[in-house]
């Protein structure tokens, strides 16, 4: 769970954006140019991440009384902004949750194609989706 940056004035705003990390790496950096402050490599760790997405079709909240609804982000949307993958700094994350598969809506292969970043134990499918534990 990450602090969202997106504008919170939209419509049904959410202060938090999920994601399911995929690998854990740290790499030796060397920064060069004008704004350089030193000549030796720094280590710089980061995390790999798969985006989960919010279901916008079903209202959630403590007002609504219902968990909110995420499923990954499909590797094959329509929106050329969605990215089923990214990395982020490891000091971003606010906090781990736990997600629940809602088992109702089922699984599905349709969201990523055969992939070395699910648990040998999921085959090639996801759950559709999961709620949001609080």
Same mark, same amino acid.
């Given at each position: 769970?990450? %602090?969202?940056? !997106?504008?919170q004035d939209g419509n049904d705003p959410h202060? $938090?954006? $999920?994601? /399911? #990390? +995929? ?5 030796? +950096? ?23 997405? /919010? ?5 959630? =909240? ?7 609804? +995420? =499923? ?13 993958? =990214?990395?982020?700094?490891?000091? !971003?994350?606010? /906090?781990? #949750?736990?997600?629940?598969? %809602? ?6 292969? !349709? ?13 090639? !499918?996801?759950?559709? $989706? $999961?709620?949001?534990?609080?």
């Open positions: 769970m990450v %602090a969202a940056h !997106e504008d202060p $938090y954006w $999920y994601a /399911r #990390v +995929v690998g854990v790496f740290h790499a030796d +950096v060397l920064h060069i140019g004008p704004f350089s402050k030193t000549a030796e490599p720094q280590r710089m760790e980061f995390l790999w991440v798969r985006w989960l997405g /919010r279901d916008m079709d079903v209202p959630a =909240g403590f007002r609504k009384k219902r968990l909110s609804r +995420v =499923g990954f982000v499909s590797n094959f949307d329509d929106d050329p902004g969605a990215m089923p993958f =990214g990395f982020l700094d490891p000091g !971003e994350i606010i /906090r781990g #949750v736990h997600l629940i598969p %809602a088992f109702a809506h089922g699984k599905t292969s !349709e969201l990523l194609g055969p992939s070395m970043v699910r648990p040998s134990s999921d085959g090639d !499918e996801d759950w559709v $989706y $999961y709620y949001i534990n609080m």
